[in-house]
């Protein structure tokens, strides 16, 4: 692209962020009888009526929330619904008795599923430190850091590494199989690092900065193909790959067929995960700031596999998976996918200046543009078919699909854009 390109891909991304997106939520998930974030809406927009209030929909919802206020958005109605949100959060969701986040609790704010599961505490740590260093209210750093501390007490595993994820109530580990005591996966560790970078930028303590180092490392050597640097899904302990099976009460269900088992479980790798990695591992890099030059094989690897196998020059837009070392084979277009490859391809192009990322993001932003977003209210689809002419799924909002890709990925691409233009000046 040249700068009237790069200047045009800024001027969607802003008008859709600042004129579709934010109002959509803005307009409707604001609970002001119970609290908290609504988050569930139909394909118009509609609130659906689900009588849940999920740990992920709700801290997600704050982040973005936070984020935009902190870049400049919403003349304040931003921060003060960040605010509402983390209100609900330490009056309703925050278990007094043993510490933690509840899984979900409903409208009103009564628990429904009082498990603690690392991959929402993840998300109440990246969400609630982002509202501290966006508003300045130091309660978000409070809780984030109890929190924490509550998962290097009981969930770390001191013989293989890592974290274990899935536990009851009073923290005991949850069993095996679709129970997910006995697994380890991508999803939250990958995750966990963003979380303990704006954890770490928030607090500059030296522990929240050692634990990232060491969950970076863990990324690096356990959870990406030794050849290929593609990350696997599930492990079990002790680091040998897993099937990638459906868990009882967490994320990927809907994406599971009958039997909720994965095929290809030794040779299954997401697009969207791979570049997600590379652009989080590299903004921690930063704010560590370190040097990338150490992990650029490894960076250039995440992101040449998604264009070459990942992208689809016919139709536009990325798949959602494949094989480490092959083609695609679900070739279905998920929101969320789109939204983090425009991130990673941006920051690929501010990298290594390599044209062939600035195309694959322009091949994506438009996919994204022109099929992606139901412009008629304002969010994205959550899947489309291949061709991007069919919603396969039509929901605006549930507790896993609201606003934290959507919003994230246009405040990050337009931050990355004006970086590009510069350059060009």
Not at 14 to 40: A, M, S, V, Y
Not at 363 to 388: A, S, Y
Request: with cysteine; glycine share 10%.
């Amino acid at each position: 692209m040249d700068k009237q390109g790069l200047i045009a891909c800024r001027d969607e991304a802003q008008d859709h962020l600042e004129n579709e997106l934010l109002p959509f939520w803005l307009d409707r998930c604001k609970d002001d009888e119970h609290g908290g974030f609504i988050t569930h809406f139909d394909s118009e927009g509609n609130d659906s009526g689900e009588n849940e209030k999920s740990l992920i929909s709700q801290a997600r919802t704050v982040y973005s929330m936070a984020s935009a206020h902190r870049a400049g958005y919403g003349h304040g109605r931003c921060a003060e619904y960040a605010q509402h949100g983390v209100d609900f959060l330490i009056s309703r969701m925050w278990d007094d008795k043993y510490g933690g986040f509840f899984w979900t609790v409903d409208r009103k704010g009564d628990v429904q599923i009082d498990k603690k599961i690392l991959y929402g505490l993840s998300f109440a740590i990246y969400s609630l430190s982002e509202y501290t260093l966006a508003t300045g209210d130091k309660r978000g750093l409070e809780y984030a850091e109890s929190t924490f501390d509550l998962m290097q007490k009981y969930a770390v595993d001191t013989r293989y590494g890592g974290y274990f994820e899935m536990f009851e109530r009073d923290w005991r580990l949850c069993g095996s199989g679709s129970a997910g005591g006995d697994r380890k996966t991508l999803d939250f560790h990958m995750h966990l690092m963003e979380a303990l970078t704006t954890l770490y930028e928030c607090s500059g303590r030296e522990v929240h900065k050692r634990k990232l180092k060491e969950d970076m490392k863990l990324l690096t050597e356990k959870f990406l193909h030794p050849e290929f640097a593609t990350g696997t899904p599930q492990f079990w302990a002790d680091w040998e790959i897993a099937p990638q099976i459906k868990f009882d009460i967490i994320w990927g269900w809907d994406r599971f067929a009958e039997g909720g088992q994965k095929a290809n479980a030794g040779n299954n790798t997401s697009y969207g995960h791979n570049v997600e990695f590379f652009w989080l591992f590299q903004h921690a890099l930063e704010i560590l700031g370190e040097d990338y030059k150490p992990y650029e094989v490894i960076f250039r690897k995440n992101l040449d596999s998604a264009v070459k196998y990942g992208i689809d020059r016919e139709f536009g837009g990325v798949y959602v998976e494949g094989a480490h070392d092959g083609p695609a084979y679900d070739l279905e277009k998920e929101f969320w996918q789109q939204a983090e490859v425009m991130i990673g391809m941006l920051e690929g192009c501010l990298l290594f200046g390599e044209d062939r990322y600035e195309q694959a993001y322009e091949n994506v932003h438009r996919f994204v543009i022109d099929k992606m977003i139901n412009h008629k209210v304002g969010e994205w689809w959550p899947l489309l078919n291949r061709e991007g002419d069919k919603p396969i799924w039509t929901h605006m909002s549930h507790s896993w699909k609201v606003n934290y890709h959507t919003i994230r990925c246009m405040i990050q691409c337009i931050i990355r854009l004006d970086k590009l233009l510069k350059q060009t000046n």
